[in-house]
């Protein structure tokens, strides 16, 4: 909290059912990485109270190095003002989880942290802000401990399956179920009307190169593979007024093998402005289906156009290149730190720390047309684009 903390409200204790003996109040400016306040994290909970004065504020906590296996527990509670979020990074910034977990079966709309670490770091901090788009100022408190290791658990690679023949009835998170007719080009322009299987082969082969590093096999009913029932599935087809793509969640660290995303590829006609190419058209389906692939295993929205889980590239930048890469955390999942989605990945579902770290190069944003420039319409608020467990799980 930046200064003015005079007066904030406080939680009752006796609410919080703690029995630690460790307990600390934040000081007055904790809102960066730098300037964290230090807790040290023991199997004994420790206590951490504090004020959000708006949604601007973010407070940091530094809970000391961590090891692999070292288990970190964060629970949150907040007064009826503040619908608080916390997230968990490393030592450079970039994020461990970005937390949306509630106890709604519980009835506790408190989020909290339970996640084992995949890897050591110097310090990690614990970040607390409002939830983008709710009530933002209030007093929570935070009980934080870590268990004594377990061992590391190891990546989880992914098999998804490109589906271009149609599915019924497939349903995604909470929305209503649609049937996805076979993949038709003619659907997006009658421009591509012989284009089919062309534009189908460069999705396959642009998305493979995309998870190319990283234990992900990339399949698809155009090369003749068929669903075993644990695939996760990826159709392409129909419209959606809002959407260019929809994924089930953040799926932290692939715990679910078989979930299901769309790329509505007839709502790709909003580029045929910009009259794309057939490596154009495919290249932008592409990036919209690794970014939905990455949502089920564990990735977030971040802002840089050229990075695969951004959500703020115009439409003439979703025709280019992107790449897994270190992109800043969107606002609307949290207002500080980084995602590493390449060593989120290597976490997640595994794959080659080398040939990932030469992918994460950035690709040569010169060629960009000088009308992608000068067309700067954001893509997925325009055309809003958004997968978001976040959005399927809170409240
Ligand atoms: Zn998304």
């Known amino acids: 909290m930046a200064g003015q903390d005079d007066g904030r409200p406080t939680l009752s204790l006796s609410a919080l059912d703690f029995d630690g003996d460790s307990t600390y109040t934040e000081s007055t400016f904790n809102n960066e990485l730098e300037r964290a306040d230090h807790v040290a994290l023991t199997t004994a909970p420790s206590l951490i109270q504090g004020g959000i004065s708006g949604a601007e504020d973010v407070d940091v906590y530094n809970l000391g190095p961590i090891a692999a296996g070292d288990r970190i527990l964060v629970t949150m509670?907040?007064?009826?003002?503040?619908?608080?979020?916390?997230?968990?990074?490393?030592?450079?910034?970039?994020?461990?989880?970005?937390?949306?977990?509630?106890?709604?079966?519980?009835?506790?709309?408190?989020?909290?942290?339970?996640?084992?670490?995949?890897?050591?770091?110097?310090?990690?901090?614990?970040?607390?802000?409002?939830?983008?788009?709710?009530?933002?100022?209030?007093?929570?408190?935070?009980?934080?401990?870590?268990?004594?290791?377990?061992?590391?658990?190891?990546?989880?690679?992914?098999?998804?399956?490109?589906v271009f023949d149609g599915g019924g009835n497939v349903r995604i998170g909470g929305r209503p179920a649609v049937d996805v007719p076979t993949f038709d080009a003619s659907d997006i322009s009658s421009d591509y009307a012989s284009d089919t299987d062309a534009i189908m082969h460069q999705v396959a082969d642009a998305v493979r190169a995309d998870y190319r590093a990283f234990d992900v096999t990339i399949l698809s009913t155009s090369e003749g593979a068929v669903f075993d029932g644990q695939m996760t599935r990826v159709f392409f087809g129909t419209y959606d007024p809002a959407l260019l793509g929809v994924a089930e969640g953040v799926d932290e660290f692939n715990a679910v093998a078989a979930q299901d995303a769309i790329v509505f590829t007839d709502t790709f006609e909003a580029f045929m402005a910009l009259r794309p190419s057939v490596p154009q058209m495919s290249r932008a389906i592409a990036n919209v289906a690794s970014h939905e692939i990455g949502h089920l295993v564990g990735l977030v929205h971040t802002s840089d156009p050229a990075e695969i889980m951004d959500v703020t590239a115009s439409l003439a930048e979703l025709m280019e290149p992107q790449v897994f890469a270190v992109a800043p955390l969107n606002p609307e999942v949290f207002p500080l730190g980084n995602q590493d989605a390449v060593q989120s990945l290597l976490d997640s579902v595994g794959g080659n720390p080398l040939l990932a770290a030469v992918k994460a190069l950035r690709p040569n944003r010169d060629s960009i047309t000088d009308k992608a420039r000068v067309d700067r319409r954001p893509a997925r608020s325009l055309v809003h684009l958004s997968s978001c467990g976040v959005c399927n799980t809170h409240r």
């Open 77 to 162: 509670t907040t007064d009826d003002s503040l619908d608080g979020a916390v997230a968990l990074f490393d030592e450079a910034g970039d994020a461990l989880l970005v937390n949306d977990h509630r106890n709604l079966y519980l009835g506790k709309s408190g989020p909290f942290v339970d996640v084992v670490i995949r890897r050591a770091s110097a310090a990690c901090f614990v970040a607390v802000s409002a939830t983008p788009g709710y009530p933002a100022k209030g007093a929570y408190a935070l009980v934080a401990s870590k268990e004594s290791p377990v061992s590391t658990p190891l990546p989880r690679p992914a098999t998804v399956l490109l």
